[in-house]
């Protein structure tokens, strides 16, 4: 029985799939406008290990993770990179340059890519149809070509975040140039500025709210019910409590477990690039593997901060070493007669913790029970013990995989396909002009032994003999 921490009810319940076999999830996904920082990384790793848990454990699972490409951020970086175009090709610009290093990162850290992903601008149509029902019903309304949703028509409206509606009101103001009823309405649909993306609507051109987006994507993929919503415990409120207040406002409802991951701090501190303490995951992949930093993120719970510093990595470095070493011991290994082992019961004490509200911590620890039992194995001259050692492998390897660390490293040679692959995604990176990201690529093809040739007719390549 897997017990879950519901966000909404804050205590931990038996996880029912509406299906039985099936999981439906949906996770709030990047805004592309910035290099992908190891915050992101840590939110996105959660829950691929999630997923991956649950596939373990026999369900199929439908992952959906979503892209904000236009908000106001991505607009404030477009007139900053792309000062004097047209703003909206800029916009379309730096969301392809910034989804595509986004892409890049998930791809070297081993993220698997979700079922589904789809972006803001492909869902308008979708969004001003769902803004529509709301007027409809009662509980949304137009104010001067922008369109707001009403609080004081949500059913139990802060009850996500666990906030009164009066603690709410108390501190919330309208901002100059709003025209919403009350301080706490959210913008479902933006009337246009001069010069932003825009599309038509029934209430003039403008562009979506940023909440609005996961409601319409969720559920348009996953139905009007779905099992699980994650996200960063930053999303929590306004974020998801809107999208809740809006999809019931609608008719549906929603999710039924909440889970939010705890967020990532730097040697204490809240990063930010105004402290001088904002970590790329390029950054840290320049110096580590990325199971290296999985480790890392492994060691608190999913709910919990986790506290990076290069010190910390080191220590996550010895550890990832300890496994390595083990592995490519076991791996020179003759099999020899069936014995019984003791395996078995490494395998049910993950599951149990793993069980237990995805609690990685204590999973890790299993796995590191069976290195120290491997270990002495190794050192003693026990009967069928190169057996014992390959039995262990396979839970070591069962364990790992739910982890997603591979410890591959740069051992295997790449194929042509990977490749032109690569070659393809650099090309890409040149086109957005995010020559830092091309170079890194040139750079990590190198070093496995591809050299590449920019010619007047593209890009050739060839191994290093």
Not at 196 to 211: A, K, V, Y
Not at 448 to 465: A, S
């Amino acid at each position: 029985m897997i017990r879950i921490y519901n966000s909404l009810k804050r205590e931990k319940e038996e996880f029912k799939s509406l299906a039985e076999g099936q999981v439906k999830m949906y996770v709030c996904g990047p805004t592309v406008y910035d290099e992908p920082h190891i915050g992101h990384a840590r939110s996105a790793y959660i829950f691929d290990v999630i997923r991956r848990y649950l596939q373990y454990r026999g369900y199929d699972v439908t992952f959906v993770r979503n892209v904000t490409d236009v908000d106001d951020k991505i607009i404030n970086k477009a007139r900053e990179e792309f000062k004097g175009e047209d703003l909206n090709s800029a916009v379309k610009k730096v969301s392809s340059k910034y989804f595509a290093s986004y892409q890049r990162c998930m791809d070297e850290l081993g993220i698997r890519e979700p079922d589904a992903q789809p972006k803001a601008t492909e869902y308008i149509d979708r969004m001003i149809e769902f803004i529509e029902t709301l007027i409809e019903r009662e509980v949304a309304y137009v104010a001067d070509g922008d369109v707001y949703f009403d609080i004081k028509k949500a059913k139990d409206y802060g009850k996500l975040s666990n906030q009164s509606l009066e603690n709410m009101e108390s501190g919330a103001r309208v901002a100059a140039g709003e025209k919403k009823r009350d301080p706490l309405d959210f913008a479902l649909w933006k009337k246009a500025k001069e010069d932003e993306p825009s599309w038509d609507s029934p209430w003039g051109r403008g562009r979506p709210g940023w909440h609005i987006e996961c409601s319409v994507m969720s559920s348009d993929i996953l139905g009007d019910e779905f099992d699980i919503h994650g996200g960063g415990i930053d999303l929590i409120f306004p974020h998801h409590e809107n999208e809740l207040a809006q999809s019931q406002g609608a008719g549906k409802k929603f999710a039924r477990h909440w889970i939010h991951n705890g967020l990532l701090t730097i040697n204490g501190q809240k990063m930010a690039k105004s402290l001088g303490n904002f970590v790329t995951v390029d950054e840290v992949l320049s110096k580590y593997n990325s199971d290296v930093l999985k480790i890392l993120y492994l060691g608190a719970h999913y709910s919990n901060p986790v506290d990076f510093s290069w010190k910390k990595m080191e220590d996550s470095k010895a550890a990832y070493e300890r496994i390595d070493i083990l592995l490519g011991k076991i791996k020179k290994l003759k099999k020899d007669k069936k014995e019984e082992a003791l395996t078995e019961q490494f395998r049910k004490s993950f599951a149990e913790a793993m069980d237990d509200d995805f609690n990685t911590p204590k999973g890790l620890a299993v796995l590191f029970d069976i290195v120290n039992y491997c270990n002495s194995l190794l050192e003693g001259k026990d009967k069928g013990k190169n057996q014992k050692l390959m039995d262990a492998l396979s839970i070591i390897e069962e364990i790992t995989n739910i982890f997603g660390v591979t410890f591959e490293k740069d051992k295997g040679k790449l194929t042509d396909k990977e490749i032109e692959n690569l070659i393809q995604k650099r090309l890409e990176c040149r086109k957005n002009k995010d020559y830092k990201a091309a170079d890194k690529i040139r750079q990590d093809l190198d070093k496995k032994g591809v050299i590449l040739e920019d010619t007047k007719e593209g890009t050739t390549w060839r191994r290093k003999i």
